[in-house]
């Protein structure tokens, strides 16, 4: 019984110190010329992007961001997008900074657009502003392969970091 015990808290005692030690650098870790992965894209759903600025606090987020961000103007919505070099908390569903930001959001449900492809999409408002978001995750050397929110696409990542990188597309149209 004894030596039962000894053995136990020995295993223990190693399980433990696994997560005393510094993490290992990643053979995935983005090094800098990495982190815009490829060409933002001139069109979107047959339509010019042109870009817009980031704002103060978009460039201060990208800092950290393990990718690259742009903003660009599409028609009638804004069409955000990031580029992510291995899984992170810092990639979020649109959803949480809408709230964050003091809009009140309806569910936000899958949708399949006229192409086939799968979005999530919600409607938000504040005040009389009145937004639809539509959002997807998907890998950049194979756009068939989708998420539709960030916590399946982390775990994915996680789990095959070489299937990136990835691109998640954020769209924001103004309603009436």
């Not at 817009?52 to 028609?75: H, Q, V």
């Not at 009638?76 to 009140?104: E, F, M, N, W």
């Not at 408002?125 to 989708?146: H, K, S, V």
């Amino acid at each position: 019984m004894h030596r039962s015990i000894i053995i136990f808290l020995l295993g223990l005692s190693c399980g433990f110190w696994q997560w005393l030690q510094p993490p290992v650098a990643s053979r995935h870790a983005p090094t800098p010329q990495q982190h815009l992965t490829a060409p933002w894209p001139e069109h979107f759903e047959e339509q010019p992007l042109v870009p817009i600025p980031l704002t103060a606090a978009e460039r201060a987020f990208s800092k950290d961001f393990p990718g690259s961000i742009a903003s660009f103007r599409c028609g009638d919505q804004q069409v955000i997008l990031r580029q992510v070099t291995r899984a992170t908390r810092k990639l979020h569903p649109s959803a949480d900074c809408l709230r964050a930001s003091g809009h009140r959001l309806e569910s936000v449900k899958l949708h399949r657009d006229v192409h086939g492809r799968h979005w999530a999409g919600c409607h938000a408002r504040r005040g009389t502003e009145r937004y639809f978001i539509r959002e997807r995750i998907i890998a950049m050397e194979n756009p068939d392969e989708e998420w539709t929110d960030v916590s399946s696409w982390f775990w994915h990542a996680q789990m095959a970091p070489d299937t990136g990188p990835w691109m998640a597309i954020t769209l924001i149209r103004r309603e009436p």
